[in-house]
Nanobody, 123 residues
Framework: VQLQASGGGLVQAGGSLRLSCAAS????????MGWFRQAPGKEREFVSL????????HYADSVKGRFTISRDNAKNTVYLQMNSLKPEDTAVYYC?????????????????WGKGTLVTVSS
């Protein structure tokens, strides 16, 4: 399985970005997908996940109400719409894919990771 993330960039505080992650080698309809991020000097942290059919989503408290995750299984792609961005959202964002919903936020048992896309939010 390969995951290719895109959509990162430089944006001013209050702006928006939309990240995409395309999967190949496996039908995403059989997997939980989501996003993590790692800011400079900090540990990787969970951002959001979405269930196989898109019916269930989960967000970190720090992004709740600002970020929206969605997926298109026909395109094997997951998206992260990020609004009202803050400088503290600056990080490399990684998409991830795995089979277990409840263990997903811990990030310790995820089998597939994308290479990451950099999001920089200027103040």
């Amino acid at each position: 399985v390969q995951l290719q993330a895109s959509g990162g960039g430089l944006v001013q505080a209050g702006g928006s970005l939309r990240l995409s992650c395309a999967a190949s080698g496996r039908a995403t309809s059989t997997a939980v997908m989501g996003w993590f991020r790692q800011a400079p000097g900090k540990e990787r942290e969970f951002v959001s996940l979405i269930s196989r059919n898109g019916a269930h989503t989960h967000y970190a408290d720090s992004v709740k109400g600002r970020f929206t995750i969605s997926r298109d299984n026909a395109k094997n792609t997951v998206y992260l719409q990020m609004n009202s961005l803050k400088p503290e959202d600056t990080a490399v964002y990684y998409c991830a894919l795995d089979s277990d919903y409840f263990d997903f936020p811990a990030g310790t048992r995820i089998n597939y990771w994308g290479k990451g896309t950099l999001v920089t939010v200027s103040s």
